[in-house]
């Protein structure tokens, strides 16, 4: 059973650009979860998506939006990209309506840089 | 502000040494999870603790609940190299997850 796949797993960009990442879950799962990684803060929740719709929403500022297709698969966005959106994007998926009641599947993440 | 407090922040140990790492709160969550992250990989789910007071047991692993639900304990019984990584916490309450920052583990042979 293929785990849960992120792409691309590096980008570099330039502040001000927008940028777009992918996640396909494992299959048959239904919740798309998206975490910002960083040194200094650890992880921090973005959105969580399950059948096409947000449940859930972390602190972030609007230019992190995201959504879900109807193949589960999820993209989440990015734009007027600044400096400190450097970090590793995580994305999980989980069988469960909600992620508190199942296990998350991380995938890799994707290793964003901006200069 | 983190949620969830991990200490310690870094541990290095030798290895055949025992270690305790901990996540506290202040809030009562339903359920506490531990992973663990290896460099470029994502997080691995080690055990979800649910009740109160619960111990679980994993090999040398052994997780404990705190009885208020509040916090967590991971021990670890003779350390191996194998064992390295950050280790994370993660909370469920009101339908979502959050995470603390994480123990960042190293163990030498």
């Known amino acids: 059973k293929a785990g849960v796949t992120q792409t691309p797993r590096y980008l570099i960009k330039t502040r001000g650009q927008q940028v777009t990442l992918s996640c396909s879950p494992i299959?048959?799962?239904?919740?798309v979860s998206w975490y910002q990684q960083t040194p200094g803060q650890g992880l921090q929740f973005l959105f969580e998506?399950?059948?096409?719709?947000?449940?859930n929403k972390g602190n972030f500022p609007g230019r992190f939006s995201g959504r879900q297709f109807s193949n589960s698969r999820s993209e989440m966005n990015v734009s007027t990209l600044e400096l400190g959106d450097s970090a590793l994007y995580l994305c999980?998926?989980?069988?469960?309506?909600?992620?508190?009641?199942?296990?998350?599947?991380f995938g890799n993440g994707t290793r964003l840089t901006v200069t | 502000t983190q949620l969830l407090e991990q200490s310690p922040q870094f541990l290095s140990i030798q290895e055949g040494e025992n270690l305790t790492v901990y996540c506290n709160s202040s809030s009562v969550f339903s359920s506490l999870q531990w992973y663990r992250q290896e460099p470029g990989e994502g997080p691995v789910l080690l055990v979800t603790?649910?009740?109160?007071?619960e111990v679980k047991k994993l090999k040398r692993l052994t997780f404990q609940f705190g009885d208020a639900r509040k916090d967590s304990s991971l021990h670890i019984t003779a350390a191996q190299p194998g064992d390295t990584g950050l280790y994370l916490c993660a909370g469920a309450s009101n339908n979502d997850m959050r995470f603390g920052a994480g123990t960042r583990l190293t163990v030498k042979p």
């Open positions: 603790v649910v009740t109160g007071g």
């Open positions: 999980a998926s989980s069988l469960g309506v909600s992620s508190y009641n199942s296990p998350l599947h």
């Open positions: 998506y399950f059948s096409e719709t947000q449940r």
């Open positions: 299959s048959g799962h239904r919740s």
